[in-house]
C-alpha cells in the first residue's frame, strides 16, 4: 500500500487539471475519491484488538486488494460506478470530476506494491502489481510492522516522488491559488465551513491534507529508523534496515496474490490514466451543459407549499 | 488603518502572513511530528489535519489574547 502518497497525489491532481478545468474542479472532490477506496476497505486490514481479541481479517492482502474480498473498491471501475450515483444524484460536475480523478489516482498509485490492484476489475479478476515494494500489512505485525516495511523500502522513494511533484507545483499550496482556484470551484462548501472558521482556519483546513502527509512521512521513518528496537533474524537491531531494491525490504515477506507479468502493468497503468483523463475531457461540456439544464429546471420548477 | 482592515477576514479574524504564518505552520509540525512518534494513535487522517487547523485557528488568537493583557 502506499501512505502520504495518497495524501499528496491529491495535490498533484489539482496541480495538474487539463486546461479547461483549472479553478472548476471540486478539491473536496478530488479529496474525497482519493480517499474513498481506503475508507471502504482499510478499517478491517489492520482490525481492532478488544479484550485481548483481535477483530480483523485473517488475510489482510486478500481482504484489501483481492478478489474475493474489498478489493474492488481499488479499482477504476468502482470510481466509475460511484462517479456515476453522485452525478446522477446531484448533477455537480466539479465534484463528479474531481471525484474520479482523485480515485483513479488512488487505484492507479497502489499497483506499485507487491499485491497490486484488481486493475481491470470486473473484465479480468487478477491482480495487477509492479512489485515495487512489499505490500507488509499482516495480522501479527498490524500497522507497525507495514509501516517500518513501508518507510524502508522503496515506498518510501514513493512518498518523496509525490512531494516533490507537488512542490514542484508549489504554487498549488498558496493563498492566492486558494482564494482564485480552489474556493470558486467549491463555493458552497467553503462558504458553509467559513461559518466556523475564520479565513486561515479554512487555508489551514485546504492545506491541511498535505501538512498530515508530511508529518506522517517525518514521523513513521523517524520512528521506524531511530526509535524502534526490531529484532531481525535473532538479532536485536536499532531501527529497520533499509532496503531500496525491488519489492524490498529483505527482511519481510512480500504478500502477493495471483497476478499478471509485471512489465505490462506500468503502461496499462498510464494507458488507463490517459483513457480518465481523455474521456473526461470530452465529457467536460456535455456535463456542464447537463448541470446548467438541472439548475435552470430547478429555478422555473414551481415552489411547493405548504 | 486600511491595511489593518484588509488584514481581517470575514469575521473579522487576522489573517497570517509571512514570518507569523510560517512559524505557525512549522510549530503545528513539530509539535505533530514529535507527540506522533511516541503517540501513534495521533497518526490518523482526522487527527492530523485537525491539529494543524486548531494550531493555526488558536494559536494567533491566544497569542493576541496574551499580548493584550500584557499591554494592560
Not at chain 1, 497503468?269 to 438541472?294: D, K
Request: glycine letters at 8%.
Amino acid at each position: 500500500m502506499s501512505w502520504a502518497a495518497h495524501q499528496f497525489e491529491v495535490y498533484a491532481v489539482q496541480a495538474h487539471l487539463p486546461k479547461k478545468m483549472r479553478g472548476k474542479v471540486s478539491f473536496w472532490g478530488i479529496w474525497l475519491g482519493d480517499f474513498m477506496p481506503d475508507f471502504l476497505s482499510k478499517f478491517w486490514v489492520y482490525g481492532i484488538t478488544v479484550n485481548g481479541r483481535h477483530y480483523g481479517s485473517s488475510v489482510p492482502h486478500q481482504w484489501h486488494r483481492g478478489f474475493p474480498g474489498m478489493g474492488l473498491t481499488h479499482t477504476v471501475f468502482v470510481g466509475i460506478v460511484f462517479t456515476l450515483f453522485l452525478w446522477l444524484w446531484k448533477r455537480n460536475r466539479a465534484f463528479a470530476v474531481g471525484y474520479l480523478l482523485g480515485y483513479a489516482a488512488h487505484a492507479l498509485t497502489d499497483v506499485n506494491d507487491s499485491v497490486g490492484t484488481v486493475l481491470l476489475f470486473p473484465f479480468w479478476w487478477v491482480n495487477w502489481t509492479v512489485q515495487t515494494w512489499a505490500y507488509a500489512a499482516t495480522v501479527e505485525g498490524g500497522k507497525y510492522l507495514d509501516a517500518a516495511a513501508y518507510y524502508s523500502s522503496l515506498g518510501l522513494v514513493m512518498d518523496v516522488f509525490w512531494l516533490v511533484v507537488v512542490l514542484a507545483s508549489w504554487r498549488v499550496l498558496t493563498r492566492d491559488y486558494w482564494r482564485t482556484q480552489i474556493v470558486p470551484a467549491d463555493a458552497r462548501t467553503w462558504a458553509w465551513i467559513g461559518k466556523v472558521l475564520p479565513e486561515r482556519g479554512l487555508l489551514a483546513l485546504y492545506r491541511a491534507t498535505f501538512f498530515y502527509g508530511l508529518c506522517r512521512m517525518i514521523s513513521w521513518t523517524t520512528w521506524a529508523h531511530l526509535i524502534a528496537e526490531p529484532v531481525i533474524d535473532g538479532v536485536k537491531r536499532r531501527g529497520y534496515p533499509f532496503d531500496l531494491s525491488w519489492t524490498g525490504p529483505w527482511w519481510i515477506t512480500a504478500r502477493s496474490l495471483p497476478h499478471v507479468n509485471p512489465w505490462v502493468v506500468l503502461p496499462a497503468t498510464l494507458a488507463i490514466l490517459a483513457g480518465v483523463y481523455w474521456a473526461l475531457i470530452r465529457l467536460w461540456e456535455p456535463m456542464g451543459r447537463a448541470e446548467a439544464e438541472r439548475r435552470a429546471e430547478r429555478t422555473t420548477s414551481p415552489t411547493r407549499t405548504g | 488603518m486600511t491595511a489593518e482592515v484588509e488584514d481581517l477576514d470575514h469575521r473579522g479574524s487576522r489573517r497570517l502572513a509571512g514570518a507569523e504564518e510560517v512559524f505557525w505552520y512549522l510549530f503545528a509540525a513539530v509539535t505533530y511530528v514529535v507527540a506522533s512518534i511516541w503517540q501513534k494513535f495521533l497518526l490518523n487522517w482526522i487527527i492530523g489535519p485537525l491539529w494543524l487547523v486548531a494550531v493555526v485557528v488558536i494559536g494567533p488568537a491566544v497569542w493576541d489574547r496574551l499580548r493584550r493583557g500584557s499591554r494592560r
